[in-house]
């Protein structure tokens, strides 16, 4: 059974601080997503990352997969209120043989404080 | 709105009872998902369906079953419910482009399941 770890579950800063979320695995993913979710809503993309190693930039939001393709973390820049939400890590195994299902992280409950 | 429809978006049943969530996926999507939101397991994959046939099966009850229709939308049926299968259930959908080691998944509202 594959695992996705993140940390840290719970995480409350100040508007304007930088933090980083970690999602940690014991197995090689094809590649690595990243999803925010709202209260009542469904998780909402924000990036995939394909390559070991590979770094993405989203506006004040960093992605990186690890040179094993077994980890990634999220990094945020300056956060803002509008940051908030829970952010979800999920890793494919789709290996060329079509897409499966994704196994999730439990997340990590962000709270930017104005 | 990632174009993935669901109903209902609540459902208030007692135990025991059987009910009929469902999905339409985004238009040209083949694929469709269905996974379980608790808040002690987190986001699980249940099963996969690829234009009409399954494809993947995750955490799946033998209680629960779904299948997807030849025009692609999708129903997961639960019986016998118990008071922890209380969550929410979300239909993904995807291209589903077969070789393809990415197939970006979107998510719909959500179906928020109570048993009481």
């Known amino acids: 059974t594959q695992l996705l770890e993140q940390s840290p579950q719970f995480l409350s800063i100040q508007e304007g601080e930088n933090l980083t979320v970690y999602c940690n695995s014991s197995s090689v993913f094809s590649s690595l997503q990243w999803y925010r979710q709202e209260p009542g809503e469904g998780p909402v993309l924000l990036v995939t990352v394909v390559t070991g190693g590979e770094v993405k930039k989203l506006k004040r939001l960093t992605f990186q997969f690890g040179d094993a393709r077994k980890d990634s973390s999220l990094h945020i820049t300056a956060a803002q209120p509008g940051d908030t939400g829970l952010y979800l890590c999920?890793?494919?195994?789709?290996w060329g043989g079509g897409a499966d299902g994704l196994t999730f992280g439990k997340g990590t409950h962000l709270i930017i404080q104005p | 709105d990632s174009g993935v429809t669901q109903t209902p978006k609540h459902l208030i049943t007692a135990t025991g009872q059987r009910v009929t969530l469902r999905c339409s996926p985004r238009?040209?999507?083949?694929?469709v998902y269905w996974y379980q939101q608790s808040l002690d397991q987190g986001l699980q994959f249940l099963i996969q369906?690829?234009?009409?046939?399954?494809?993947a099966k995750g955490n799946i009850l033998e209680r629960f079953s779904a299948q997807q229709f030849p025009d692609l939308h999708s129903e997961l049926n639960l019986s016998s419910l118990e008071l922890g299968d209380s969550a929410l259930y979300f239909c993904?959908?995807?291209?589903?482009?077969?070789?393809?080691?990415?197939?970006?998944?979107?998510f719909g509202p959500g179906t928020r399941l109570t048993v009481l």
């Open positions: 369906y690829y234009n009409g046939e399954e494809r």
């Open positions: 238009s040209g999507d083949l694929s």
């Open positions: 999920a890793g494919s195994s789709a």
């Open positions: 993904a959908s995807s291209v589903g482009l077969a070789g393809a080691s990415t197939d970006t998944q979107y």
